[in-house]
Nanobody, 117 residues
Framework: QVQLVESGGGLVQAGGSLRLSCATTGSGFSGYVMGWYRQAPGKQRDLVATVTSGGTANYADSVKGRFTISRDNAKNTVYLQMNSLKPEDTAVYYC???????????WGQGTQVTVSS
């Protein structure tokens, strides 16, 4: 399994940008589907975006056109570029690594993103 450490969160004004990073340690990074999820206070954890080892990305409707997920298999790192941020993007953002077989899933500790209006 891999271990995940997120970074890059912070406070930004509406319309601004942030780039989150998720560095992984452990073996087999390229075999995992990597994803970003977010959880606002009092709400469930929701999918933001995922990317396969081959680079195929999938996005929640709420972030399409504003967020871009990418991965660097050589650096064992996944990124989330967030542009045109809105106050409703405020949440703790979590990185996830998911492997289908053998099944495995790992989570990072989360990084806070706060967007002020």
């Amino acid at each position: 399994q891999v271990q995940l450490v997120e970074s890059g969160g912070g406070l930004v004004q509406a319309g601004g940008s942030l780039r989150l990073s998720c560095a992984t340690t452990g073996s087999g990074f390229s075999g995992y589907v990597m994803g970003w999820y977010r959880q606002a206070p009092g709400k469930q954890r929701d999918l933001v975006a995922t990317v396969t080892s081959g680079g195929t990305a999938n996005y929640a409707d709420s972030v399409k056109g504003r967020f871009t997920i990418s991965r660097d298999n050589a650096k064992n790192t996944v990124y989330l570029q967030m542009n045109s941020l809105k106050p409703e993007d405020t949440a703790v953002y979590y990185c996830n690594a998911y492997r289908i077989f053998p099944r495995a899933s790992s989570w990072g500790q989360g990084t806070q993103v706060t967007v002020s209006s």
